[in-house]
């Protein structure tokens, strides 16, 4: 009877809005909404996982909170005006944002997986500290949420992850081919966790982006 009971899977994805992403501002918007794709593709898939999709935008001008805990199939692709790369990044005030909003609405047995991409270091927070964001993140680890780094090939993407303490990390080249394949990438890793969390078998530490 377990088998029958519904599990929710949380999918917080964070993408950066800053003004450096406007050379691959095409293939970002392309790929969120590719993920989005993904995630209602997954709430078919396993009609026994709830799919809910947080997405956030961010630069140092705004937050954008294009979806709140929204179930996946009551979400659409995202236009092209709604992601308009511009200003600093806010990197620390838009995680630990997102990750307590996310956090205020899961429940006990709920699976999270928190996406976060980047091209840049954290230059313009207001609210947050590395050292607030990564408490959140070492507590919340212990809760069955994933938390995921993708980073651009200028960044120091695993010294960045380890900062955070965030064990799954993925760095890619800033340009059409490489942004393209790293969205790519991402969605096959997220069909991975979802397969696994439908079988109770989580993803070892440090291999979620790991393809045999």
Not at 14 to 36: H, P, W, Y
Not at 140 to 164: C, P, R, Y
């Amino acid at each position: 009877m377990t088998d029958l009971i519904p599990t929710r899977v949380h999918n917080l994805i964070i993408v950066d809005e800053s003004g450096s992403m406007e050379c691959i501002r095409k293939q970002a918007f392309t790929g969120m909404n590719e993920t989005l794709q993904t995630v209602r593709m997954m709430q078919k898939k396993y009609p026994n996982q709830l799919q809910y999709v947080t997405l956030i935008t961010f630069d140092s001008d705004h937050t954008k909170l294009h979806y709140d805990n929204t179930p996946a199939g009551q979400t659409k692709d995202i236009a092209w005006k709604a992601y308009n790369p511009c200003a600093g990044t806010p990197l620390y005030d838009a995680i630990g944002k997102g990750v307590s909003k996310v956090n205020a609405q899961v429940e006990d047995g709920d699976h999270v997986l928190v996406t976060i991409i980047t091209d840049g270091y954290e230059n313009s927070s207001e609210e947050w500290t590395l050292k607030m964001v990564r408490t959140l993140i070492e507590k919340l680890k212990k809760q069955n949420w994933t938390f995921t780094l993708i980073g651009t090939d200028n960044l120091d993407v695993e010294e960045m992850a380890h900062s955070f303490a965030i064990d799954e990390h993925l760095e890619f080249q800033q340009d059409e081919t490489g942004t393209k394949a790293m969205f790519a990438r991402e969605r096959r890793s997220r069909e991975r966790f979802n397969c696994c969390v439908a079988e109770a078998a989580p993803i070892p530490i440090g291999k979620f982006f790991d393809e045999d």
